[in-house]
């Protein structure tokens, strides 16, 4: 079983919309980061979240945190077509040395 | 932002035969990583790297796995010999340090085909 999951493979909306993509992971963590990855590029960090912290914003981006039900969001508001990509969580655990462990990614579609 | 580089885009070989992969790090990054994604699947950690040694690897860095960066250079990803479940994109990245809350830098990766 996967550590760390987006639990919808793929999500369509019209730019200007507001958008939510839901992560679950199975152990205790550190840290949960999401990342986003556009075709022919690598990730790209968006927010790191701390395992203390509930919420977090960057720019259109807040993401939260819940240890208690071990599940993460990412929402996006006035979506543009750019932030078409594949949206990740990875999870942080406490091995010392930044080893993450992805989610299989939510394919985020935004269409004029 | 800060970029990792990685070369070539796509390699194809034949089963059996060595690959280097390479990674142009963010310059001044200390700690490296491999990842590999299988099409269609989530993407996994394979190794970790820093001062010249391996600190952690996965169950997927298989015995015919190496890393090394020698003399500051790329920081390479060497597979000998290749099998067919090698077929994979593999991820470069970077960080300035190795703590669990410090910034992996990605490359946009390596499309590895074995025939």
């Known amino acids: 079983s996967q550590l760390a999951e987006e639990n919808l493979w793929a999500l369509s909306v019209h730019e200007g919309e507001s958008v939510t993509v839901n992560c679950s992971y199975k152990t205790s963590i550190t840290a949960l980061q999401w990342y986003r990855q556009k075709s022919g590029e690598g990730p790209a960090q968006l927010i790191l979240i701390r395992s203390n912290e509930r919420e977090k914003r960057n720019g259109r981006l807040r993401a939260t945190l819940d240890t208690s039900s071990q599940s993460s969001s990412l929402s996006i508001t006035a979506t543009r077509c750019e932030d078409t990509a594949v949206y990740f969580c990875a999870t942080e655990h406490d091995s010392g040395y930044n080893k993450l462990t992805f989610g299989k990614g939510t394919v985020l579609l935004v269409s004029p | 932002g800060p970029k990792v580089l990685q070369i070539p885009s796509h390699q194809i070989i034949d089963m059996g035969q060595m690959v280097t992969l390479n990674c142009d790090p963010v310059?001044?990054?200390?700690?490296f990583y491999w990842y590999k994604q299988i099409l269609g699947q989530q993407m996994e950690f394979l190794v970790n790297?820093?001062?010249?040694?391996?600190?952690?690897k996965s169950k997927l860095f298989k015995d015919q796995f190496s890393v090394e960066r020698p003399d500051g250079s790329y920081f390479t990803l060497k597979i000998q010999p290749t099998a067919l479940e090698d077929s994979a994109v593999y991820f470069c990245?970077?960080?300035?340090?190795?703590?669990?809350?410090?910034?992996?830098?990605f490359g946009p990766g390596t499309r590895l085909t074995v025939l």
């Open positions: 790297f820093y001062n010249g040694k391996v600190m952690e």
């Open positions: 990245a970077s960080s300035s340090s190795g703590g669990a809350l410090a910034e992996q830098f």
């Open positions: 310059s001044n990054h200390l700690y």
